[in-house]
């Protein structure tokens, strides 16, 4: 339970952007050239080569971006602390309190994307299966996958703040939240058909497309035409449903906080991770059959907390309750899962 002196800072703070883009637009900057740095390195250094990733080198790096995320989350806070203690507009305000509920609240954005993004591997599978992608280019698309995200969310996040400003917008995300869980629990096992997608079909109708992989390629020279690669198209494919996973995601986060820069930085770590863990989970997802009532009664939660929970506590929602709900929410799906086990009919 949040002390008195962290509620009165929370509703002190009420409608107050603890990080405007203006003042602060070094900092996302920078946390922008550490991410692209790290990325660089990752390709360039430990995966120069395509290679099939293993079992232990997928748990290695998953890890290796726990702990990173981590690190960020460590750094925010005792910047926060240093930072708000020099700021005029939180005078008389607890700014160990404050720096605290930002840290919190990097971690709960973090869970929750976290958790979402285990969603996004059983479409992994399917594409990649379904575009017969060779294991040892996979992880090369995924990085290109993990790329494009990254700009999309920037995008969606930027929209997001603006669009936050309007109660109305955050009635309507938090009711749109709650349609979705609902969805999501109620959603069968029967997996996805790209075939039946319509950007698959425009992908084809309009890009001419070579009959085979060449290597690590995205474009080649086929036949005297310049001509997309199968794994050009899966590319496509992979940014098409993470633009979809990001409509539920971004406005998720939101409800956890309204400071861009938490919503923006907590989510790209959790995608960070995501090769890693397609590579670790993807022959053992289908398990997780419990995840979904998980998943979706997290993304009601938010939604919960964006439509009336925020108001009815007078503005915002504890982060520390938030926090504890959600984590022992998803832990408690991937225990069930395993302590009942799905019908191997299905």
């Known amino acids: 339970m949040p ?82 203690q020099n700021n005029p507009a939180l005078a008389g305000l607890d700014h160990q309190a404050l720096a605290k509920q930002t840290a919190l609240e990097f971690l709960t954005g973090y869970i929750v994307e976290l958790s979402l993004s285990v969603d996004n591997i059983f479409v992994f599978v399917v594409i990649l299966n379904y575009f017969a992608v060779p294991k040892h280019l996979q992880h090369r698309v995924l990085f290109f996958g993990i790329l494009g995200a990254i700009i999309f969310r920037l995008l969606f996040v930027v929209l997001g703040s603006y669009l936050m400003q309007f109660h109305w917008v955050e009635i309507v995300f938090g009711a749109l939240l709650i349609v979705t869980g609902i969805k999501v629990m109620r959603s069968g096992d029967e997996p996805m058909n790209p075939d039946r997608n319509i950007v698959l079909k425009l992908v084809r109708k309009f890009l001419p497309v070579a009959r085979d992989f060449h290597g690590s390629k995205f474009i080649v020279r086929d036949d005297g035409r310049v001509r997309a690669t199968p794994l050009f198209v899966c590319l496509i494919f992979l940014e098409f449903s993470d633009i979809v996973f990001a409509i539920d995601s971004v406005p998720a986060i939101f409800a956890i906080t309204r400071e861009p820069l938490i919503v923006f930085s907590s989510n790209i770590c959790a995608i960070l991770g995501l090769r890693s863990m397609y590579f670790l989970l993807a022959g053992v997802v289908d398990k997780f059959h419990f995840l979904k009532y998980g998943l979706g009664i997290v993304l009601m939660f938010v939604g919960l907390k964006m439509t009336f929970l925020h108001d009815y506590f007078g503005g915002k929602f504890p982060i520390q309750w938030s926090l504890s709900f959600i984590a022992l929410t998803i832990g408690s799906s991937i225990l069930l899962s395993f302590i009942f086990p799905a019908n191997k009919k299905h």
């Not at 002190?12 to 390195?41: A, E, N, R, S």
């Not at 990733?53 to 726990?66: C, N, P, R």
Request: charged content about 10%; proline content about 1%.
């Open 3 to 84: 002390s008195l002196a962290t509620m009165n800072t929370i509703d002190t703070t009420q409608g107050l952007i603890l990080f405007p883009f203006d003042q602060y637009w070094h900092l996302y900057g920078m946390f922008l050239f550490v991410i692209l740095g790290v990325l660089l390195l990752d390709l360039g250094v430990f995966h120069k080569k395509s290679h099939e990733v293993t079992f232990s080198e997928a748990l290695g790096w998953s890890v290796i971006w726990i702990l990173f995320s981590l690190g960020i989350n460590a750094v925010l806070y005792f910047y926060a602390q240093s930072e708000f």
